[in-house]
């Protein structure tokens, strides 16, 4: 399974880099914590904008082992970026959620994946031309499940 959606992610790269004009596409990394486990991650982020001020932003986040329990999300959210001046801007944020979660006791191990929805906010703010700071907080809704995540990350725009 893993395989198939980092391909997936390396197809999206591909055919987003192909097509984008000057502004219309990054690639960031980020740090996560997730709220129900207290579970910290890693994670990568594409952003597109076909459209002037809307963005689909595919992302993965890994979260590391805590308390017996890991998990990684596989995200497509979609953004409507508001500028507020020319090096800042804000952004509401929705869009749906795979999380599978892994969970090991006294060497037996448990896999579990739920699909769900994001709903959120977010904000960036130019560091440079093409570098830009962002941060997003999110509330993911999954069945039995919900959690708040929080993202803090550098993007690079092509």
């Not at 932003?57 to 979260?63: D, L, N, W």
Request: hydrophobic share 45%; proline share 3%.
């Amino acid at each position: 399974m893993k395989k198939y959606i980092l391909l997936a992610l390396v197809a999206l790269a591909t055919a987003f880099g192909a097509s984008a004009e000057a502004g219309d596409f990054s690639i960031g990394g980020q740090f996560a914590y997730a709220s129900k486990n207290s579970m910290a991650g890693l994670g990568a982020q594409l952003q597109y904008e076909p459209i002037t001020n809307w963005r689909i932003a595919p992302e993965f986040i890994y979260y590391f082992e805590n308390d017996n329990l890991s998990a990684f999300n596989v995200n497509v959210n979609i953004h409507y970026v508001i500028p507020t001046s020319a090096t800042f801007a804000i952004y509401p944020l929705a869009g749906f959620t795979y999380a599978n979660f892994r969970a090991e006791v006294m060497g037996v191990s448990d896999n579990e994946g739920r699909c769900g929805a994001n709903i959120g906010m977010g904000a960036q703010y130019q560091i440079k031309e093409h570098l830009h700071f962002f941060t997003e907080e999110r509330f993911q809704i999954l069945k039995n499940w919900n959690q708040s995540v929080t993202c803090l990350g550098l993007k690079y725009t092509f």
